[in-house]
C-alpha cells in the first residue's frame, strides 16, 4: 500500500519560506513521479510542481517559478518542496501524489498540509 505524508506546513508572513516534505512508502520510489498541488478555499486543485525519480525532471507552474524549487532524497524516499517569496496567493492545502508512469495519472495522495501566508 502506497503511503504518502506530508508535513511542513504552517503559518508565515508574505515574503517568508517553508519547505514541505512528503515521506512516501510502500512504493518502488526511484520509479516513480511525485508531484504537489494545492487547493484553496473555493478554488479548483492545481499542480504545483513535480518531479521524475527516473530521469529527475521537473515542472512547475508559471505562478511559482523562480520561487518554488521541488528536490528529492532517493536514500530517505522523500520529496522536497522549497517555497521562498511566498505571496498570500500561495494560501492552500498543499498535497503530494504519485504517478507511476510519469503520464499524470496521480494514483495515490496525502492526506494534506495546510499552508497559510499573511499579508
Known amino acids: 500500500e502506497v503511503q504518502l505524508v506530508e508535513s511542513g506546513g504552517g503559518l508565515v508572513q508574505a515574503g517568508g519560506s517553508l519547505t514541505l516534505s512528503c515521506a512516501a512508502s510502500?512504493?518502488?520510489?526511484?520509479?516513480?513521479?511525485i508531484g504537489w498541488f494545492r487547493q484553496a478555499p473555493g478554488k479548483e486543485r492545481e499542480a504545483v510542481s513535480c518531479i521524475s525519480n527516473k530521469d529527475g525532471r521537473t515542472y512547475y507552474a508559471d505562478s511559482v517559478k523562480g520561487r518554488f524549487t521541488i528536490s528529492s532524497d532517493n536514500a530517505k524516499n522523500t520529496v522536497y518542496l522549497q517555497m521562498n517569496s511566498l505571496k498570500s496567493e500561495d494560501t492552500a492545502v498543499y498535497y503530494c501524489a504519485a504517478d507511476p508512469d510519469s503520464d499524470w495519472t496521480y494514483d495515490d495522495w496525502g492526506q494534506g498540509t495546510q499552508v497559510t501566508v499573511s499579508s
Open positions: 510502500g512504493l518502488i520510489f526511484d520509479d516513480y513521479t
